[in-house]
Nanobody, 124 residues
Framework: QVRLVESGGGLVQAGDSLRVSCEAS????????MGWFRQAPGKEREFVAA????????YYGDFAGGRFTISRDKAKNTVYLQMNSLKPEDTAVYYC?????????????????WGQGTQVTVSS
């Protein structure tokens, strides 16, 4: 069993940076991959980024390259998503997710555990 708790969301202005965090507890086998997804009102959940817990390999959604960076701190059991040059279209609830070895990084249905989400709002 894995528990995920996100934090760090908030209201920022366009062009600002923000870092959201996801603290994980539970067995490490179930969080072989940890990812961030986002969902805006009326839209489908969208893959942002993922990281392989063991070696830190990073994976990004098509839109995320260059502005978003995922990282993890093993000692703190925490995954971060650093978001730079934020745009109003980045407004969404950001969810942390974890999955085992069969997880496909960009496919939300293959993740086993989800956090409650943290709201990120970017004003223009």
């Amino acid at each position: 069993q894995v528990r995920l708790v996100e934090s760090g969301g908030g209201l920022v202005q366009a062009g600002d940076s923000l870092r959201v965090s996801c603290e994980a507890s539970g067995d490490t086998f179930s969080r072989y991959i940890m990812g961030w997804f986002r969902q805006a009102p009326g839209k489908e959940r969208e893959f942002v980024a993922a990281i392989r817990w063991s070696d830190g390999s990073e994976y990004y959604g098509d839109f995320a390259g260059g502005r978003f960076t995922i990282s993890r701190d093993k000692a703190k059991n925490t995954v971060y998503l650093q978001m730079n040059s934020l745009k109003p279209e980045d407004t969404a609830v950001y969810y942390c997710a974890a999955g085992g070895v069969r997880t496909r990084t960009g496919l939300s249905s293959t993740y086993d555990y989800w956090g409650q989400g943290t709201q990120v709002t970017v004003s223009s």
